[in-house]
């Protein structure tokens, strides 16, 4: 039996067909459909299905990102420590973080959360056994907040806070009926983050409360074949990856339009396994999303960073890349139509992977450890950006990242560069759970040569 690996997209909708072993028999992508004008977003699905003549009995395994995919406010005891380890969990699981807010919550507060449009809010707070107030008078403005409307048309709550309170917080959010998904606590001691209970019960609200009421398709089938949000399934694909790369750590970076988003997985070691009071561990299994770094909508906004990073001095003609990212920035949809133009795309490609990666590997925080990249053994790019050039222009882009010694930041010793050219991260994310040995064979697809 064959199995059709699916990703709605913002931008394009993503198939892969595969055998039941986990050999690729081909993909394909198209515009998505439904999310801008009329339409049903399964249109594209379905020019996907006949393009690929995937067969009526395939198993279809789904992920999206449709209309802005998973908006995410974060509400924590105090900024440094708990509300920052909520916003690196939300991250992880496939969230773009949209508010963070720390302490008691006022009515001002309610207001930024509400204006920030999120899809779900994560409510952590306190080690367990540590302080509770807060998370319950968090859970009491959350509850009578009109946030995304009331009772159970609300925005529901992903509550992983303090493990002894809990359930009082919950009973609290439940006396107006606002949706609710119990989780264990982001941080449970100073120093110690466990993400895994929190991202497995934000993709169960995901599932639940989020992906069908987004008017994405009048198709019920649509919100019942998705099963992740898609960068979700692309951390565990990159999971999957770090299983067949020869045991060494993984680190990928996806140029996109909009974002360019860094995941990687780390094994820790030495002083990095340990625990200090005072910083907190880095996420082993992680991603970033640098928001303000996108080859088109935030064309602009790279060189601008590139610039603060003092990259530019690299760039051949600084000048004519200002310029370009301007017209991109402004025409969104525009390609490269010339030699140069290529030239130049590569550029800001370079620039978002470089600036991407340092704040990746870099703490944000005074309380977080750095992230150890100089393990890394296999370095992945995707987007479209690098799926669409040559070798030449991979090397450009990625071989800067490996070279990057002025950054800050310890760059991998005898890593080795290659590109999800398939686009099938995500494919091995989707089957990691129920399917792990044609995961593997999926990933293994994509693992850079010796």
Same mark, same amino acid.
């Given at each position: ?163 002894? $309170?809990?359930? /009082? #917080? +919950?009973?609290?959010? &439940? ?5 609710? *998904? @119990? %989780? ?39 919100? $019942?074949?998705? /099963? #992740? +949000?898609?960068?979700? &399934? ?5 999971? *999957? @990856? %770090? ?208």
């Amino acid at each position: 039996m064959t199995i059709f690996a699916v990703d709605f997209g913002s931008t394009f909708t993503k198939g892969a067909l595969l055998a039941d072993d986990g050999t690729v028999l081909g993909t394909a992508s198209t515009p998505t459909t439904g999310t801008q004008r009329s339409g049903d977003i399964l249109d594209g699905y379905r020019e996907l299905r006949a393009r690929l003549d995937v067969p009526d009995d395939a198993v279809v395994r789904a992920c999206s990102s449709a209309g802005g995919g998973l908006r995410l406010a974060v509400v924590g005891y105090e900024r440094t420590v708990t509300a920052q380890a909520g916003h690196r969990v939300g991250l992880s699981a496939g969230a773009k973080v949209v508010h963070v807010a720390a302490g008691e919550l006022t009515t001002a507060d309610v207001a930024g959360i509400r204006a920030a449009r999120p899809d779900m809010i994560l409510l952590v707070g306190g080690t367990d056994g540590g302080n509770s107030n807060v998370l319950l008078h968090n859970a009491a403005r959350l509850a009578r907040g009109a946030i995304g409307g009331h009772g159970a048309h609300a925005v529901p709550v992903v509550l992983a806070g303090n493990a002894e $309170a809990r359930d /009082e #917080a +919950a009973a609290v959010l &439940a006396t107006t009926n606002r949706p609710t *998904v @119990l %989780a264990d606590n982001v941080l449970p001691q100073i120093g110690v983050i466990a993400p895994e209970s929190a991202r497995a019960s934000i993709r169960e609200a995901f599932l639940h409360h989020v992906i069908g009421g987004k008017g994405l398709s009048r198709d019920p089938a649509f919100a $019942a074949m998705v /099963e #992740a +949000a898609t960068p979700d &399934a692309v951390l565990g694909g990159v999971e *999957v @990856l %770090a299983s067949v790369a020869d045991g060494g750590d993984v680190l990928v970076v996806d140029v996109g339009g909009a974002t360019t988003d860094v995941y990687s997985c780390l094994t820790p070691e030495g002083e990095d396994a340990g625990l200090r009071k005072d910083v907190v561990a880095p996420l082993w299994h992680a991603r970033t999303v640098e928001g303000d770094l996108g080859m088109r909508w935030n064309a602009e906004h790279v060189v601008e960073a590139a610039e603060a990073e003092h990259l530019l001095k690299s760039v051949p003609d600084a000048e004519a890349l200002r310029a370009y990212a301007g017209r991109v920035h402004e025409h969104p949809g525009s390609l490269p139509v010339d030699a140069l133009e290529r030239g130049l795309d590569l550029e800001l490609a370079r620039l978002a992977a470089l600036v991407a990666v340092r704040r990746h590997a870099r703490p944000a925080q005074p309380t977080e450890a750095p992230r150890p990249l100089a393990n890394v053994t296999a370095l992945v790019g995707s987007g479209g950006v690098l799926r669409h050039t040559d070798d030449a222009g991979r090397e450009h882009v990625l071989g800067a990242v490996l070279a990057d010694h002025a950054g800050g930041w310890k760059v991998p010793r005898a890593a080795r560069a290659t590109v999800d050219t398939a686009y099938l991260l995500f494919a091995a994310g989707l089957l990691a759970a129920d399917a792990p040995d044609v995961a593997r064979t999926v990933a293994a697809q994509i693992t850079p040569a010796p």
